[in-house]
């Protein structure tokens, strides 16, 4: 085969961030290989230095616009564990709910927005508003209900001002919890048409399989979202957990020559970390009703096609309803009330863990003996997905070149795997800066 | 402008967390299918493949000034754009992004052995019209989603959109929100630009002027209160308005 084949995708479209795939062929040969990340950096681990730690997760929750819910929840439970503050029951469960909010909310946008454009053969969702009206107004529509379901609990979505260390700083009513809890019933048509739109393009899903190494919080008692320890499933089904103060450990943070995005990586070469990750891990402990969504999909763990996240996401939409109204009927049941900060107990180091719409995040931070900040690690998802998107690509060009695929469909195939890992670059560069000749 | 021509709009965005571009999706189903009926989005990468090289009506550009090499992008899209509008802090003010401008260790911090690198070199995060024109400013961090409808609505109309000069405090009252400092906390509002509806104070948690400060504010006082009513050390008093309002300080 001689084929010359040259893609440059500059500044990827329908992806949080900017990105750049790079392949060059010669000859039938691949000489270059890339998945490159532009993002201007931005220093968040030494901005929190020297800010009270009320004010911590205020600032690095602009680390990300889209899982800022997810920034606050990592921030305020490394600041806690830090602090000695145990949080109550009602504020583990009030903190469940948002933290469904946000993948479900952020679930719905790369599915209907970043995703079905691809599936749909059209550039974008535009397009779609005269030829599928119906379709793009259900996508609002849930859309506003992942909104305001946030919103509720944590004053707003973007960058959410109520959730602080030691509790909230401000209660939904028993009122409005309840009619949230009949709009969570309300939206089942909406879920059942979304499962018919995805059913009716499935197969433009391409059928694409590397095994590798998938990581996400786990827990004994719950499809972990909002708490766990670290665990990783290889290839054979091998399961193994860590401490999430151990995520040094577990991340292994590390540069490359061709990229000044950092790396990571834990027993294998790469590991994936997201919603595909987490139906791989935690499938036994998904709401009956999400599994049977997967039943209905045929769709059953280990699933190694990195494509499929899309599906898992869905999956987990069906979850984060299910759930959230059984953590309401909890929360109703004891009678939700204000309740007063946990105080502080202690100024050290503490570490922090949750699962984001795109994979498992670390926070950690210290506090000096008046609670300021001493400086702050973050380790994002996307960032854990660098080196398996690459490696990916790197498995995925010869098949597609084998199967004489002509460049834009190549182009395609590529831009619609990266966007399949619902990428947040500005997230996984919050401090790199990467520069790169066209 | 005409109103039977839909009016062009675009999207960009540069050092940000692009919170304000996912403000528009929460804009609420009527909303924006109403918008659609009188604007066009001709480029919008996060959300759009299509890109442009008509000229631009309304430019909304999202994110910080933050390294040389993107002067050159932001000029070409103040030539092809009639009106430029930076779009929530970051491009109002630098926002949160301006922290680290009065720090010069920052690389070291965060890289340590690698931070002398080249590709590491960043410059101090800068407003959007530190680069360009700008001809209005949607501030906030996020940018407010009512503002943004008032703003679009006011310049399809041919109107001079109406941005708030005044403090947060104001807004306060307006809503019968019980000040911050009568609660043994402390808060920026006095010094803040408005036009948020003051939704902090009243969920609980002080105002740290995410919309910037408003034209005129009193930096010595608000240093004084912080001390005196919200106990502040002085430390924290001297350094509370770095959080959002860095390159707005007397000391930028």
Not at chain 1, 142 to 164: A, C, D, F, Q
Request: charged share 25%; net charge neutral.
């Amino acid at each position: 085969m001689s084929q010359n084949i040259s893609i440059n995708v500059h500044h990827l479209t329908r992806v949080e961030g900017h990105g750049n795939i790079v392949v060059d062929v010669k000859n039938g040969k691949i000489e270059k290989m890339q998945w490159q990340v532009p993002e201007a950096p931005r220093f968040f681990e030494a901005m929190v230095r020297g800010r009270h730690y009320t004010e911590v997760a205020r600032v690095t929750s602009r680390i990300c616009g889209i899982c800022s819910i997810g920034h606050t929840l990592a921030s305020v439970k490394a600041t806690e564990n830090a602090l000695g503050i145990q949080v109550t029951s009602q504020t583990f469960k009030l903190r469940s709910i948002i933290k469904h909010a946000e993948n479900f909310d952020s679930h719905i946008l790369h599915i209907y927005f970043l995703v079905a454009p691809d599936l749909f053969s059209v550039p974008s969702v535009f397009p779609l508003v005269p030829t599928h009206t119906e379709v793009v107004v259900r996508a609002l529509r849930m859309k506003r209900l992942g909104h305001e379901w946030g919103s509720l609990l944590g004053g707003r979505t973007t960058h959410p001002n109520r959730v602080i260390p030691g509790g909230f700083a401000e209660y939904p009513t028993e009122e409005e919890l309840k009619i949230l809890r009949q709009r969570l019933i309300n939206v089942q048509p909406d879920i059942d048409a979304t499962v018919q739109t995805v059913l009716s393009v499935a197969d433009k899903l391409p059928s694409f399989e590397r095994p590798t190494e998938y990581m996400a919080l786990s827990s004994d008692t719950e499809y972990a979202l909002y708490d766990g320890r670290i665990q990783t499933v290889m290839p054979d089904g091998t399961k193994q957990r860590w401490p999430v103060a151990d995520y040094k450990t577990c991340t292994n943070e590390y540069m490359v020559p061709q990229s000044t995005a950092k790396y990571t990586k834990n027993k294998m070469a790469s590991y994936m970390a997201g919603a595909l990750a987490r139906f791989n891990n935690n499938y036994d402990l998904l709401n009956p009703e999400a599994k049977k969504l997967a039943e209905t999909l045929k769709f059953k763990p280990l699933c190694f096609n990195p494509y499929m996240n899309s599906v898992a996401q869905l999956v987990e939409v069906v979850h984060s309803v299910k759930d959230t109204i059984r953590l309401l009927d909890e929360v109703l049941g004891a009678g939700c009330r204000p309740e007063e900060l946990v105080k502080p107990t202690k100024f050290d180091r503490g570490q922090g863990a949750v699962e984001v719409p795109r994979g498992i995040l670390f926070h950690e931070y210290g506090y000096d003996k008046n609670g300021m900040c001493t400086g702050g690690n973050c380790i994002i998802p996307t960032n854990q997905n660098h080196a398996n998107i690459q490696l990916d690509l790197e498995a995925l060009v010869p098949k597609l070149l084998a199967a004489h695929k002509d460049e834009k469909a190549i182009e395609l195939g590529l831009e619609m795997l990266v966007r399949a890992y619902d990428p947040c670059i500005s997230c996984s560069t919050h401090y790199l800066k990467v520069e790169f000749k066209r | 402008m005409s109103t039977k021509r839909k009016v062009k709009v675009a999207f960009f965005d540069f050092s940000c967390c692009e919170g304000c571009q996912v403000e528009l999706t929460n804009l609420s189903d009527p909303i924006f299918v109403g918008l659609l009926d009188h604007i066009e989005f001709v480029e919008f990468r996060e959300v759009m493949k299509e890109r442009t090289t008509e000229p631009i009506d309304i430019a909304f550009i999202e994110g910080s000034f933050t390294r040389e090499s993107d002067r050159a992008r932001l000029e070409n899209i103040r030539k092809r754009a009639s009106i430029v509008i930076a779009y929530g802090a970051c491009a109002a003010t630098a926002g949160i992004n301006a922290m680290k401008n009065h720090t010069a260790d920052y690389r070291e911090f965060v890289y340590g052995k690698d931070a002398s690198m080249p590709q590491l070199d960043s410059q101090k995060a800068l407003p959007v019209s530190a680069a360009i024109k700008v001809d209005y400013a949607l501030h906030g961090c996020p940018m407010d989603r009512a503002e943004f409808v008032r703003v679009v609505s006011h310049l399809l109309h041919g109107k001079e959109p109406v941005i708030p000069n005044y403090p947060v405090c104001v807004e306060c009252k307006m809503r019968e929100t019980v000040c911050r400092y009568d609660l043994d906390d402390h808060c920026l509002g006095l010094v803040a630009r408005a036009g948020c509806g003051a939704p902090c104070p009243a969920d609980g948690i002080p105002c740290e002027a995410c919309r910037g400060f408003w034209d005129h504010p009193n930096e010595e006082a608000i240093e004084e209160i912080l001390k005196s009513k919200g106990k502040l050390s002085p430390e924290r008093a001297r350094d509370k308005t770095r959080m959002f309002t860095s390159t707005m300080r007397r000391d930028a």
